[in-house]
């Protein structure tokens, strides 16, 4: 019996590591052949190696996406070397923490180029692939999972930049949404609470932050990069008549942004 994503390929950004990694994994367990994105190289072809030992099809892809030309090429070498592109997976994410007051603007450009920039590119470059998907099958339907954060949600103190990078995702989603879907081109946000990742660690130069940061994982049972991918894999594995517009994960004792 074929699974579910078999024929279909998938790109995956920030795939060097944690819900990256693990979405690739999933998404290849599943049948798609996997076009691994990130700027580790050598963690890239770990991974595909990884996966085609398990089974699967993968191709890593060395680029960095808040360079638009980057951004391009590796979506066109998706198709140069898969001939399609049935899902696309924003998931690279930078998140630098601390007040507004006295902060470093070129951390506030470093992330906005990675959450928001980024996802743009690749999502302007791979929209033609995808409707062509839509329309011919194996399953005739495509998907965009943008991946947000609770801090899409709630505003916290100390996110100020942050947020603003993830309250933008969750409204181009839904406008992409809005623009698409009806072409069977499925666009959905998904929304992790606090997940064990690299993520807290872009902080570890900021000693009060790092601290906070430390402290709600010693008092919060977090996601693994797993749960994450589960819920990427049940987005775009739906029937074609359905579309998963929004999906929250988060901790079961995470109660708010700050634990």
Same mark, same amino acid.
């Given at each position: 019996?074929?699974?579910?994503?078999?024929?279909?390929?998938?790109?995956?950004?920030?795939?060097?590591?944690?819900?990256?990694?693990?979405?690739?994994?999933?998404?290849?367990?599943?049948?798609?052949?996997?076009?691994?994105?990130?700027?580790?190289?050598? =963690?890239? %072809? !770990?991974?595909?190696?990884?996966?085609?030992? $398990? #089974?699967?099809? &993968?191709?890593?892809?060395?680029?960095?996406?808040?360079?638009?030309?980057?951004?391009?090429?590796?979506?066109?070498?998706?198709?140069?070397?898969?001939?399609?592109?049935?899902?696309?997976?924003?998931?690279?994410?930078?998140?630098?923490?601390?007040?507004?007051?006295?902060?470093?603007?070129?951390?506030?450009?470093?992330?906005?180029?990675?959450?928001?920039?980024?996802?743009?590119?690749?999502?302007?470059?791979?929209?033609?692939?995808?409707?062509?998907?839509?329309?011919?099958?194996?399953? =005739?339907? %495509? !998907?965009?999972?943008?991946?947000?954060?609770? $801090? #899409?949600?709630? &505003?916290?103190?100390?996110?100020?930049?942050?947020?603003?990078?993830?309250?933008?995702?969750?409204?181009?989603?839904?406008?992409?949404?809005?623009?698409?879907?009806?072409?069977?081109?499925?666009?959905?946000?998904?929304?992790?609470?606090?997940?064990?990742?690299?993520?807290?660690?872009?902080?570890?130069?900021?000693?009060?932050?790092?601290?906070?940061?430390?402290?709600?994982?010693?008092?919060?049972?977090?996601?693994?990069?797993?749960?994450?991918?589960?819920?990427?894999?049940?987005?775009?594995?739906?029937?074609?008549?359905?579309?998963?517009?929004?999906?929250?994960?988060?901790?079961?004792?995470?109660?708010?942004?700050?634990?």
């Amino acid at each position: 019996m074929a699974s579910k994503l078999t024929g279909t390929v998938a790109l995956v950004t920030g795939a060097s590591s944690g819900i990256g990694a693990a979405t690739a994994r999933q998404l290849a367990e599943q049948g798609a052949s996997v076009v691994l994105v990130a700027r580790r190289k050598d =963690r890239l %072809a !770990d991974l595909a190696a990884e996966i085609e030992q $398990a #089974g699967g099809t &993968a191709l890593a892809v060395a680029a960095d996406i808040t360079d638009r030309t980057q951004a391009e090429a590796a979506v066109q070498q998706a198709i140069e070397h898969f001939g399609r592109l049935d899902t696309l997976v924003n998931n690279a994410g930078l998140m630098l923490l601390g007040p507004v007051a006295g902060a470093d603007p070129d951390e506030w450009e470093r992330m906005i180029a990675v959450n928001v920039q980024g996802l743009l590119y690749t999502t302007r470059a791979a929209l033609p692939h995808l409707f062509k998907a839509a329309e011919e099958g194996p399953r =005739r339907v %495509a !998907d965009i999972v943008n991946i947000s954060s609770i $801090a #899409g949600r709630v &505003a916290g103190n100390n996110y100020g930049v942050y947020n603003l990078t993830k309250f933008g995702v969750n409204g181009f989603t839904e406008s992409l949404r809005q623009e698409v879907t009806q072409r069977h081109v499925r666009v959905g946000v998904l929304e992790p609470g606090g997940v064990d990742t690299e993520l807290g660690s872009h902080n570890d130069h900021k000693p009060g932050v790092r601290e906070a940061i430390a402290a709600f994982y010693k008092q919060t049972e977090v996601l693994a990069p797993e749960d994450i991918a589960d819920g990427v894999a049940y987005m775009v594995t739906r029937p074609r008549h359905a579309a998963v517009g929004e999906l929250w994960i988060m901790p079961t004792d995470q109660a708010t942004m700050n634990g």
